[in-house]
């Protein structure tokens, strides 16, 4: 079984998505995080992020940078959704996404184009999503709690600026499938909306 999880910033669709994983017991990849190593590479190699061509070569990030708590900063979200604009990108790391989608057993991925893109086959289909301002709350409480100094109207204002690059892209765009299970959170609590994804990729078996 090949379950999509795809959806906007801070929507949830990680914590959905690893609940899926334990509940029935699937392998679950982020390819945010891929997407985040190769911004970070290409910061770190030129100094910005913004050409197509350094970004490609950073698409052979050695995999210890997958576990680097760097690729979880707010600003390395912010460069992964430059680098990951450019074709080139997206291509390089296309077959990785589809191998771990069509491991023997079944997959969980969650990210922007799964449903659309990496895995259109897949056996159910989910679009996670909440209201920008829902979200930047939920985003401004979290880095509140971790220690991170930062205004609510700056959360917001780079949660509308992800979704508008990340919307917008002419390649892979952030898109609700047709056939995908539309899971608006805003008004719910988190152990509802888990609820409701379980029951639907249940009827999906
Ligand atoms: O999901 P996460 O916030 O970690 O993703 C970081 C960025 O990587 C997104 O804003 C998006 O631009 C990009 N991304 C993507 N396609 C994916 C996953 C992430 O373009 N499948």
Do not use: W
């Not at 259109?120 to 979200?135: G, Q």
């Amino acid at each position: 079984m090949i379950i999509a999880v795809d959806g906007p910033t801070a929507s949830g669709k990680g914590t959905i998505a690893r609940a899926l994983a334990e509940h029935f017991r699937l392998p679950v990849l982020d390819t945010g995080l891929l997407y985040r190593a190769v911004g970070y590479q290409t910061q770190l190699d030129h100094g910005d992020a913004d050409n197509a061509a350094d970004a490609l070569a950073a698409c052979d990030f050695p995999d210890s940078l997958l576990d680097d708590p760097a690729l979880r900063y707010e600003t390395t979200g912010g460069l992964a959704s430059r680098v990951s604009v450019h074709p080139q990108v997206r291509a390089a790391l296309f077959q990785r996404q589809v191998d771990f989608a069509n491991q023997p057993g079944g997959a969980i991925l969650d990210g922007r184009d799964i449903g659309t893109v990496i895995a259109p086959h897949a056996d159910a289909k989910l679009f996670v999503t909440a209201s920008a301002d829902v979200r930047a709350h939920r985003r401004h409480a979290e880095m509140l709690g971790r220690g991170v100094d930062v205004t609510f109207d700056a959360v917001l204002a780079d949660v509308h600026a992800r979704d508008a690059r990340d919307t917008g892209r002419a390649d892979a765009p952030l898109l609700r499938a047709p056939d995908a299970m539309l899971l608006d959170n805003s008004d719910m609590p988190r152990d509802a909306a888990i609820a409701a994804a379980i029951a639907f990729v249940e009827a999906r078996r």
